[in-house]
């Protein structure tokens, strides 16, 4: 997991660089927790991913044991 770029938080959080550049300097806790907080999203955003597959294939599971039993 990598840090958001700048841009990205520069967007998000609609404030500039400098602002940012100032939070991570005199604000370190709340730089970090908006860090963590984007790494926490993409963990979740992965995990969503993964059970979608799985429900995908659990699915097919389901339908051949259907059309197996008919």
Known sequence: MTAPSLRKLEYDLDVNK?????????????YEFIIESYKDREIMKKH????????E??????????????
């Open 18 to 30: 400098t602002t940012l550049h100032n939070w991570k300097k005199n604000r370190p806790k709340l």
């Open 48 to 55: 969503l991913e993964l059970m979608l597959e799985q429900k």
């Open 57 to 70: 294939i659990i699915q097919k599971e389901i339908d051949i044991t259907k059309n197996r039993i008919n």
